[in-house]
């Protein structure tokens, strides 16, 4: 069940991003015109006015982890950014935005260690509920399997994240049609894939790329302990 812009503040306060949150929240929220105007294809089963009001409060939760990311990178890569590279970065939601079934959304975040090798692309995804198992939109996977990405995935309740790759999720899940993103495919993971419930994160070396484990695994601090 989607969450209302109040309870999405509530669920985001632990994570130390409830006033970044609140900004982006106040900025879309405010911010009228085309943004309600979108194809039935591309908002479900909600209407426009609720697709909208729900897409701008998740685009201000995704706007404030991208903060979240580079605030805890810079604490040992002073000079790494974190970028909006997604389709929707420019925050505005059309009619006619895609083509019916060719989505070509690109990853949400572009992690660049301007003192090291690696630009590293992230798509993140967050979960304002608990679930028995967890829903990736299969094109995201698929991009970020071109790309040699990774997926950022939160679980707001609960305050543990997880860094996998597109080969974790293929390996550990299974493609469902998903009524309640309008029929899309997604890959469905359990979550005791996902979560370790004696840490606030969870990753393995199997969960990432070679090229770019040593620098993720290296740092893992510096992602977040959120207890310390």
Same mark, same amino acid.
């Given at each position: 069940m989607a969450k209302k812009p109040d309870e999405l503040l509530k669920l985001v306060q632990p994570w130390g991003i409830e006033k970044e949150t609140r900004k982006y929240m106040e900025k879309y929220l405010n911010k009228g015109g085309k943004t309600v105007d979108v194809d039935s294809w591309i908002r479900d089963r909600?209407?426009?006015e609720q697709f909208a009001e729900q897409?701008?409060?998740y685009w201000a939760v995704e706007d404030a982890f991208a903060s979240w990311l580079e605030k805890n990178l810079k604490k040992k890569h002073p000079g790494v950014r974190v970028?909006?590279?997604?389709?929707?970065?420019n925050r505005e939601i059309i009619q006619g935005q895609s083509p019916k079934g060719k989505v070509t959304g690109e990853l949400d975040y572009n992690v660049n260690f301007?003192?090291?090798?690696?630009?590293?692309?992230? !798509?993140f995804q967050f979960s304002a509920v608990t679930l028995n198992s967890y829903d990736v939109k299969k094109n995201k996977v698929n991009k970020? !399997?071109?790309?040699?990405?990774?997926?950022?995935?939160?679980?707001?309740?609960?305050?543990?994240?997880?860094?996998?790759?597109?080969?974790?999720?293929?390996?550990?899940?299974?493609?469902?049609?998903n009524?309640? %993103?309008?029929?899309?495919?997604?890959?469905?993971?359990p979550s005791d894939q %996902?979560?370790?419930?004696?840490?606030d994160y969870q990753i393995g070396?199997?969960?990432?790329?070679?090229?770019?484990?040593?620098?993720?695994?290296?740092?893992?601090?510096?992602?977040?302990?959120?207890?310390?």
């Open positions: 909600r209407t426009a897409m701008k409060a970028t909006l590279i997604g389709t929707d970065r301007l003192d090291g090798p690696n630009s590293i692309p992230v !798509e970020a !399997e071109k790309q040699n990405g990774i997926i950022l995935f939160a679980f707001l309740p609960i305050g543990k994240f997880t860094i996998m790759t597109a080969n974790y999720i293929k390996r550990h899940g299974q493609i469902l049609i009524s309640r %993103l309008g029929g899309k495919e997604t890959w469905n993971i %996902l979560i370790l419930k004696d840490k070396k199997d969960f990432l790329p070679k090229d770019i484990s040593d620098i993720i695994r290296e740092n893992i601090y510096l992602i977040q302990q959120r207890k310390k």
